[in-house]
C-alpha cells in the first residue's frame, strides 16, 4: 500500500511548488495590539513578567507597546528593552516626530512606523491625500533611520488600499531606508487566495522581507497568514491566545504549530512553553482560554469518545496530530456518555483502584448515565461511584434489591416517599411521610422491611463531590444491629434520596448476609 494519506502528499507537493521562505519570523504584538483587546490592560509588572516569558519562548521581536500613549506605557517599554532579553524589543509609532522620539527614548531596537493607506481612511479619519501620506512615510523611516534602529514600515488597512498605491508607497520607505513591510490586514476582509496574491504581488516589487499582520474578524487571521508564507512572506504577527482588537490577532501558537508541523518550517519557537505562555497570559488577562481552543485549550488533547481512547492508548497517531508534550501540555481521558470501559479501567488503575469486568461495566454504566443527565464526570466523581460500586456487595449475594424509589416534596407538600423492594425474592411496595425526601425514603423501607427493626441508624453522613449543583451525592450510613455489630455503607448518586437509599440497602444486605 502506497504511503502518505492525501492532506500529507498535498502539503509536500505544495510546499515543493510554493515559494516558501527556511525560516518564518515570529513577531509578537500580545503586549501592542494584544492590550487592545477590549478590557485588557496590562500593569507595568505584568507587562515585564509577559516579555521574559515570551523571550523563554523565543519569539524573534516583541512590540512592547505604543510607547506615545501614556507616561506608564513608555516606561514599561523602556524597562522591557533594558531587560537585555533575546528578542528584538519593538516600539510602535505613528509617523509624526512626537511619536518617534517617544519610541526613540524607550531605546527600543526597532521602530513599528505605521499610516493608513486606504481610501476609506486617508479621507474620514487623517485627512490626507495618498502623496501626503506617502511623503509623512518617507520623512518618518528616514527620521528613525537617522537614529540607527531597525524600521519596520505598516500600510495600516493595506488589505483595501489601492494595489498601486500600495506598491509605490512601499517601493518609496524601502529606498528610505526600511527594512522590512508590514501588511495589515487590519480589520480582518482578506481571504486566504486575496492575502497570497497581494504578497505575491508586493514581493514582485520589492527586495526587503515581508511581513503580513491578519486580523481575525471572520476567523480568517492563521489561515491568512500562512497563505502569505506560501506567497513568499517571511514575518507573521501573532499574538498569545489570538488576542488583539475586535477579534483579535493570528493566534501564536496556531500559526507556530502550523508552520511547524504542516509546512516544515522551523520556527526558533520553543514550541515546549506554548501552554505555559499562553496560561499566564491568560490570568493576566482574566481572558478565559476556550476549552476547544487549537493547541492551548484543555480539551486540545482530551479524548472522550470510546472509540477515540481505545485508539490512542494503543497508538497516540491514531488521534492525535501533534504529542502534547511538544507544546507543553498533557493528554486526558475524559469521562461522559461516550465513555467506553477502556477509558474507565485507563482512570481507575491511574487511581489504583482494581475492580471485577462485571464492576467495570457498572461503573461504566453509571458514568454514562451521568453523562447522560449532562453532568461533568470528575476523577473524583468516578473514585465515589467506584468505591460504591466496588465497595459493594456481588449482586448475587444481595438479599435486598431497590426496584423502584420515588418521593414528593416542597414548601406545601409533607415529604412522601414510596418504594418498591425485592425481599429475598419477594416484591414489597411501601410508603411513608418524613420531616425531608431523605426521612421519608427511610422510613418507606422501614416500613416495608420488619427484618430490620433492631437495625439503627447511628451515623448519617453526606458529602458533595466537587462544587456545583449538579455535584455527585456521596452518602456514607453507619447503622448498628441488636448485638452492636456495626455496617458502614456508601451511596454514591447525582440524587441525594436515591444515594441514600442506596446506602441503606447496602447496609442492610450487609446485616442480611452477617445474619444467615
Ligand atoms: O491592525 C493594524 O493595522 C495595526 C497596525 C498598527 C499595524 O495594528
Ligand atoms: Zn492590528
Do not use: W
Not at 96 to 105: F, G, Q, S, V, Y
Not at 174 to 192: C, F, K, L, M, Q
Not at 373 to 391: F, N, P
Request: proline share 3%; with cysteine.
Amino acid at each position: 500500500m502506497a504511503g502518505g494519506g492525501f492532506a500529507e502528499k498535498f502539503a509536500k507537493e505544495r510546499r515543493e511548488k510554493s515559494k516558501l521562505p527556511e525560516r518564518v519570523l515570529i513577531f509578537d504584538t500580545t503586549l501592542r495590539d494584544g492590550e487592545q483587546t477590549p478590557g485588557v490592560s496590562f500593569t507595568p509588572a505584568q507587562k515585564i513578567r509577559i516579555a521574559q516569558q515570551l523571550d523563554e519562548l523565543k519569539v524573534d521581536t516583541i512590540e512592547a507597546g505604543f510607547p506615545i500613549v501614556s507616561k506608564g506605557e513608555k516606561e514599561s517599554v523602556s524597562e522591557i528593552a533594558s531587560e537585555g532579553l533575546e528578542a528584538e524589543i519593538c516600539g510602535l509609532s505613528r509617523c509624526t516626530d512626537d511619536d518617534i522620539k517617544a519610541a526613540l527614548d524607550c531605546d527600543v531596537d526597532c521602530i513599528h512606523l505605521f499610516i493608513a493607506t486606504s481610501d476609506v481612511h486617508l479621507k474620514k479619519k487623517l485627512n490626507l491625500t495618498q502623496e501626503e501620506a506617502l511623503e509623512q512615510a518617507v520623512t518618518s523611516v528616514e527620521k528613525a533611520k537617522d537614529h540607527g534602529v531597525i524600521v519596520e514600515f505598516s500600510a495600516e488597512d493595506a488589505t483595501r488600499t489601492d494595489l498601486e498605491y500600495l506598491k509605490e508607497i512601499y517601493q518609496a520607505v524601502e529606498e528610505a531606508g526600511a527594512d522590512r513591510i508590514n501588511v495589515p490586514d487590519t480589520i480582518g476582509v482578506a481571504t486566504p487566495p486575496a492575502m497570497q496574491e497581494l504578497v505575491r504581488e508586493l514581493d514582485s516589487v520589492m527586495n526587503i522581507p515581508i511581513s503580513v499582520h491578519c486580523h481575525n474578524d471572520f476567523g480568517l487571521a492563521v489561515s491568512n497568514s500562512i497563505s502569505a508564507v506560501e506567497a513568499g512572506a517571511e514575518q507573521i504577527h501573532v499574538a498569545v491566545n489570538g488576542l488583539g482588537e475586535r477579534a483579535g490577532n493570528a493566534s501564536l501558537e496556531e500559526v507556530v504549530m502550523t508552520l511547524r508541523s504542516l509546512y516544515n518550517i522551523k520556527p526558533r519557537t520553543n514550541t515546549k512553553a506554548l501552554v505555559k505562555t499562553s496560561s499566564l497570559v491568560e490570568r493576566a488577562t482574566g481572558i478565559p482560554v476556550p476549552p476547544n481552543k487549537a493547541i492551548v485549550g484543555a480539551n486540545a488533547f482530551a479524548h472522550e469518545a470510546g472509540i477515540h481512547v481505545h485508539g490512542v492508548l494503543k497508538s497516540p497517531g491514531t488521534y492525535e496530530v501533534l504529542s502534547p508534550e511538544l507544546v507543553g501540555h498533557h493528554r486526558r481521558i475524559t469521562l461522559g456518555k461516550h465513555t467506553g470501559t477502556k477509558s474507565v479501567k485507563k482512570h481507575l488503575d491511574d487511581l489504583g483502584v482494581k475492580g471485577t469486568e462485571k464492576q467495570l461495566e457498572e461503573i461504566t454504566n453509571r458514568i454514562k448515565g451521568l453523562g447522560d443527565k449532562g453532568k461533568t464526570v470528575t476523577d473524583a466523581d468516578l473514585r465515589a461511584v467506584a468505591e460504591s460500586v466496588i465497595g459493594a456487595m456481588p449482586e448475587e449475594e444481595k438479599a435486598v434489591e431497590v426496584k423502584e424509589a420515588t418521593v414528593t416534596t416542597g414548601s406545601t407538600v409533607t415529604p412522601t416517599a414510596s418504594i418498591k423492594l425485592l425481599v429475598e425474592g419477594e416484591e414489597r411496595i411501601g410508603s411513608a411521610t418524613g420531616v425531608g425526601p431523605v426521612d421519608a425514603a427511610i422510613k418507606a423501607l422501614r416500613a416495608v422491611m420488619n427484618e430490620i427493626s433492631e437495625l439503627n441508624l447511628k451515623e448519617y453522613h453526606l458529602d458533595a463531590i466537587t462544587g456545583g449543583s449538579d455535584a455527585l451525592a456521596d452518602v456514607t450510613v453507619k447503622l448498628e444491629d441488636e448485638d452492636n455489630n456495626l455496617y458502614i455503607a456508601k451511596g454514591v448518586r447525582d440524587d441525594v434520596v436515591l444515594a441514600s437509599v442506596e446506602a441503606m440497602v447496602s447496609g442492610i444486605n450487609q446485616y442480611f448476609a452477617a445474619k444467615k
